[in-house]
């Protein structure tokens, strides 16, 4: 799929495409958001702190959410047409005035790449994720490639992480169905997410099912702890220390 093709319409399509649930994709993004400073607080320490990448950044959507939240934050795709709009939509949401402009500047930056081979010396992150990237990378070599690089580029005692959509979850098969950019998608369990992180050498693997419930709530939040091992959330995450 050439994301060039879509990324002008990219939130619009995943919109459409998750109506039926109740919620807006927005929704999603902020519950993933919410996992990764989590995340980065219980292995990491202050998000403030953290240098991270998002490998298939997309068009910045949790870009836009996680700028205000970690240290340093860069993102990076394949496509020229989703950083162009990952771009659009940083610079509308930085801060009035050309000094706060420059220091959300400096906290920035998006690259080309297709995540087999980045423009970073290895050990440049703390924290290097993908969300929801995977099922684009066609199974085989590729796949182990990029989680190889994203090891690479996480510094010793760094995190790996993965969020997948969990294809056990009949929802998720039904959203990736409507989806036009995910007609070529091949999805891929969380045991092969997990086998991934080890083949790259990363180890204390932790993973767990989320997405149960399209609401908003502690109680909520709860039930979806809860939940974390029972293999029918719509999406999973898989995560890795480098050693």
């Known amino acids: 799929m050439d994301f060039d093709d879509v990324a002008a319409g990219y939130a619009q399509e995943v919109d459409r495409a998750v109506a039926f649930c109740g ?31 998002e490998v298939g950044c997309g068009p910045g959507l949790m870009q836009l959410r996680l700028r205000q939240r970690i240290g340093r934050l860069w993102g990076m795709d394949l496509s020229l047409g989703c950083l162009a709009q990952a771009s659009q939509v940083g610079q509308a949401a930085a801060p009035a005035g050309a000094r706060a402009r420059a220091q959300a500047g ?46 690479r580029l996480a510094r010793p005692g760094g995190l790996v992480a993965l969020w997948e959509h969990n294809p056990w979850n009949p929802l998720t098969r039904r959203v990736v169905a409507r989806c036009p950019f995910d007609r070529d998608a091949a999805l891929l369990s969380l045991a092969e997410t997990r086998r991934l992180l080890r083949r790259a050498g990363l180890s204390r693997i932790e993973s767990r099912y989320g997405l149960f419930f399209p609401w908003r709530g502690r109680g909520w939040r709860r039930a979806e702890r809860l939940l974390a091992q029972v293999p029918l959330g719509a999406q999973f995450v898989a995560l890795g220390i480098k050693p």
């Open 23 to 53: 919620q807006a994709q927005g929704f999603y993004l902020d519950v993933k958001a919410r996992q990764i400073e989590e995340a980065i607080r219980e292995r990491l320490g202050e998000p403030s702190a953290v240098r991270a990448l």
């Open 106 to 151: 400096d906290r920035c930056g998006l690259v080309a790449g297709d995540g087999r081979q980045a423009p970073f010396a290895g050990g440049s992150f703390d924290l290097v994720f993908a969300v929801c990237v995977l099922h684009h990378v066609p199974p085989g070599g590729w796949r182990d490639a990029m989680v190889g690089e994203m090891a």
